[in-house]
């Protein structure tokens, strides 16, 4: 179903391109990290992805030869949108629009906590959790989801490390279960750790893509290099070409 | 979902049950509020359903305003004080037939003091003195009968209503009792049926000055909606209780009520 | 009478208003704001003008007079269904369009129609929206203008506590007037505690 094909994709918010003719092929399986400075579209790049958001111009499509039909998706954001109910009942909401019976939604949903964790805690109220559980809720949504493609914007960047080690295991169990993701993080750690690949995005177009190892040993791009350097200000990228 | 359904049913429940009860049989008579905030109504109206089973639904308005509303068919019999409108009416083909039931008086009460010296018996001469002092006067002013009547007095009293009127005389649009309570709240002089003012419980300093005219006899009828003009009026239940209130019966009932130990109607329908 | 009648009408007003309103709230379709200026205009609708407008359309001369409902309890519910369904539907379409504003996004995110997210939404600012139901039975429960005009104010039939009020006020019998609107204040801060008690518990139940 995969590989991602975007081609000159162009989206403006409020006069200023956010997106401007941002071209790439993400592949087939595993992490692929998109970094770069704040207000490089990177959310925004998601956001097209999930649908959410319509570009301007350009187009997004997927499989060999961009023929297939979008693939099965889900979102987490870095801030989990709960309502006021239990836990399971804020799960369930990730499979009310799915064509399937309430037999299976139900079984999907209880699956889901029990992979997050969260199943002790089905019945309590989903924003009584603490910030880390209000995240394995929004995993265990997407997990319910058994998505094809899942997008992850800074998913644990309010969180502490013990937290955000919950949360990385969960993407990686998710990765291993054949879901492509992508990852949108500012912490380069967790980049080096989780994806492959990387895309370094500045003002709306691709500044560079590759391997995540080499970009972030030995950055292509003046604007990958001048990111870097600003996230990790200790290390020295002088003289790399 | 469950608070909110559970909610949800409770108050649909509860709309239901609001619904009317099943209909026993009652009729819609639209009167004036002089009988009804006289207390008259609640003297009469149980006797009569103890004697009849009849439910009988009260609409207290002005006379000219309870006669619109059995015009449009929305009453099934009118009890009103202005002999000439409802005359009008049934020669127009909304009413049956008028048939007289009892009268009260009207009296013209004002401020203790009396500045305009209107006090007496003679009507005609009281008003052509409040209105050359220019005392304070509250009008109804709202096409009831008792307004009707009003109107009647200061044309008999040889005075051109529009063209002497200002800031004294004051019209209020509203029933019998606001119009009390302008009085007694401006120390006006006013004109009111006897009963209501019997029933008045907010008289400030105001008392009565002008009785015993007998310009002042103010006769009460009672019709029955054309059901040829209306086909859904209750013509047997609303003859039913105008054959009661011309009753003998009836006429007893409507003397019986008191106030202090004072009479306020005086049945006179025509015997049998 | 006055709690019947009025509870009925702002439970029909909250079933109509409510999906309404959140359906204004979330669905973007052309002519969306000026239905919102309509909706918050209609809120402060006259009670007499609706009693007016109500009494023509039930009068036996008027188009809907064959019901015969006129001068009885269902003309009142009628009257103030028509009076309150504005103001929840107005007060709904705030309530939930904060919190489309949150929420949003995300409930789009996991596939959920539009019909989905009104629901979801809905089911979320419950404990708010118990403020709009409460706004709708207070000014029903207030209202004299309409109810008197469509009810007739028949005693022991269509009497409410306001026109019961207005009656007594008419006769001069102020201090019995006075007592019956002690009556209908007691009623109505009864309802409103025990909403703010509701929301309290709900505030510490679901954060």
């Not at chain 1, 087939?28 to 207000?39: D, E, H, L, M, S």
């Not at chain 1, 992508?182 to 492959?196: D, F, I, K």
């Not at chain 3, 039939?157 to 306001?162: G, I, P």
């Amino acid at each position: 179903m995969l590989p991602i094909l975007i081609k000159g994709l162009t989206l403006l918010a409020g006069g200023r391109a956010v997106l401007d003719d941002f071209t790439a092929e993400i592949a087939t399986r595993g992490i692929t990290a998109i970094i770069g400075p704040n207000g490089a579209g990177k959310s925004t790049l998601l956001r097209a992805l999930d649908g959410l958001v319509r570009p301007g111009r350009g187009t997004i499509a997927f499989g060999p030869g961009g023929r297939s039909p979008a693939p099965r998706r889900a979102f987490v954001f870095q801030k989990t949108a709960l309502i006021r109910a239990s836990v399971v009942r804020n799960v369930a909401l990730a499979v009310e629009a799915e064509p399937i019976s309430a037999a299976e939604r139900a079984a999907r949903v209880a699956a889901a906590l029990e992979r997050v964790g969260l199943a002790a805690r089905a019945q309590d109220a989903a924003r009584r959790l603490s910030g880390g559980e209000q995240q394995r809720v929004a995993f265990a949504r997407a997990w319910a989801r058994r998505p094809d493609l899942l997008l992850l914007d800074e998913p644990t960047a309010s969180l502490d490390p013990a937290a955000t080690e919950e949360i990385e295991r969960l993407v990686v169990a998710l990765r291993d279960a054949g879901t492509k993701i992508l990852l949108v993080s500012h912490n380069l750690g967790q980049v080096a750790r989780l994806a492959e690949d990387a895309v370094v995005l500045a003002s709306g177009k691709v500044a560079e893509h590759g391997p995540v190892d080499r970009i972030l040993k030995h950055p292509a791009s003046e604007a990958a290099r001048a990111y870097l350097k600003g996230e990790l200000p200790w290390m020295s990228f002088a003289g790399v070409s | 979902m469950d608070v909110l359904r559970r909610s949800f049913l409770t108050l649909a429940a509860a709309a239901l049950l609001a619904l009317p009860a099943a209909a026993q049989t009652s009729i819609t008579v639209a009167s004036t509020t002089s009988t009804e905030q006289s207390g008259l109504f609640g003297h009469l109206l149980p006797a009569f359903k103890v004697a009849t089973g009849i439910e009988v639904k009260v609409v207290a308005l002005g006379t000219g305003q309870a006669l619109d509303v059995a015009r449009r068919g929305d009453a099934d019999v009118v009890f009103v004080h202005d002999q000439a409108a409802e005359e009008k009416f049934v020669a127009d083909g909304y009413g049956v037939k008028r048939t007289p039931v009892m009268y009260n008086d009207f009296v013209i009460v004002g401020p203790a003091d009396d500045p305009a010296k209107a006090a007496g018996k003679d009507t005609l001469e009281a008003l052509r003195k409040i209105a050359a002092a220019k005392a304070p006067f509250v009008s109804r002013g709202d096409k009831s009968g008792t307004h009707a009547a009003e109107l009647r007095y200061w044309q008999q009293a040889g005075l051109d209503l529009a063209a002497i009127r200002s800031d004294w005389y004051r019209e209020i649009g509203q029933g019998m009792g606001p119009a009390l309570n302008a009085s007694s709240a401006a120390n006006a002089y006013v004109l009111t049926d006897r009963a209501t003012w019997l029933a008045f419980r907010n008289r400030g300093q105001l008392r009565i000055l002008v009785e015993g005219d007998v310009r002042l006899f103010n006769q009460y009828g009672v019709i029955l909606v054309d059901p040829k003009r209306h086909p859904h009026v209750k013509t047997e239940a609303g003859q039913r209780f105008i054959d009661w209130l011309i009753s003998p019966a009836g006429q007893k009932t409507i003397a019986d009520y008191t106030i202090g130990g004072e009479q306020l109607f005086f049945p006179n329908a025509p015997k049998g | 009478m006055s709690l019947r009648v009025s509870v009925a009408a702002s439970a029909i007003g909250c079933a109509i208003g409510i999906p309404v309103g959140a359906l204004v709230a979330i669905a973007r379709f052309p002519g969306r704001a000026v239905v919102v200026v309509v909706l918050n205009a209609l809120m402060g609708l006259p009670a007499v003008v609706v009693g007016l407008v109500v009494y023509l359309a039930l009068s036996r001369s008027g188009p809907l007079g064959h019901l015969g409902l006129l001068f009885t309890p269902g003309a009142m519910i009628v009257a103030q269904t028509v009076l309150v369904t504005p103001l929840v539907a107005a007060l709904t379409r705030q309530i939930v369009e904060d919190a489309d504003g949150e929420l949003g996004e995300q409930l789009r995110a996991m596939g959920l129609s539009t019909l989905q997210r009104a629901r979801t939404l809905v089911f979320d600012v419950r404990f708010s929206l118990a403020v709009a139901v409460l706004a709708a039975f207070g000014r029903a429960i207030a209202e004299v203008g309409a109810v008197l005009v469509v009810g007739g104010n028949i005693a022991g039939h269509t009497r409410t506590m306001t026109t019961a009020i207005s009656l007594e006020t008419q006769k001069g019998d102020l201090p019995l007037a006075l007592a019956l609107g002690f009556v209908l204040l007691a009623i109505v801060i009864v309802v409103n505690a025990a909403a703010a008690a509701l929301r309290s518990h709900a505030a510490r139940r679901y954060g």
